[in-house]
């Protein structure tokens, strides 16, 4: 069966309401994460988050196989040790939960989409966003510290239920490069495309944005260097294939013509992003989103 073929069944099955299913049967067929879909967990599953660091649950690990190709595309639960992530999962489900139904956008990823402001936070969106967007029903779902892996899983246990979003933006895959030195740059954008296919099969309707990584550090550091093999994997996928899909590049937003970072952009830790960083996002994003809100096609 050629890839094609077998993308298209994946999606159908989204479509009907079937698990997803990831590139190792292991975890399609329960053989890892005794839970694979659905919200409350059960107790099996609980134990089994909480009670193991992540390491000790990617693929291959339960017989003893070195698989790190295989981590940003088959879903984990985060762990920052205890219960700390898990419970940060749970009160984002209790907010789409009392949320549910129809909202302007929903917002997908990690920290750098958390500090957009959310209920893990002062509970409203920062003045950047509501300088160019206004007072939108927006939904945000990023966790700092995640990774694809962690957003399939949240995805597939009750993290988005029940929304009915416009418009999703996913910016995911900058902590996958801590990673990149096992898994390599296109497992991480396999990661992202992961992320997307699961987003569509969830909301046929809604358009997607997909902010490519942001540039992070300096020319010639690894972290900067990987990001820019991401990026660059995430074109031969034809994301855009889907017309209700764009990709959006903010590389040249963000760095000046020698490729270091517009310093007033960041904060200090030179990845996360100043208010004035934020307010570059959000005019960007913003001839998408309002193109959809108005009922127009996404804008090329």
Known sequence: MNQLVTNIMCLAGLFLGVPPEYAYGPYN???MDPQ???WPLTVEERAYVVGRAEHERRPGRESLKHLPQLWPVVPSAGHWGGTSWLETHEKLVRHVQANA???DVLLVGDSITQQWGS???SGSLNSAWRGVFGELKVINIGIGGDKTQNVL??????GVAGLQPKVVVLMIGNNNMFFVPETGAEAAAFGVQACVKNLRGRFPEAAIVVAKILPAHAPGHRFYEDI????SALEPLGLEGDESLRVLDLWSDFTGADGQLRGELYAGDRIHLSEAGYGVYARRLQPLVSAVLRGEPLPK
């Open 36 to 38: 694979v879909e659905g």
């Open 29 to 31: 067929e329960g053989r």
């Open 119 to 121: 209920v893990l936070d």
């Open 101 to 103: 139904g129809g909202c």
């Open 228 to 231: 820019v093999r991401t990026n």
């Open 153 to 158: 899983w949240r995805l597939d246990h009750g």
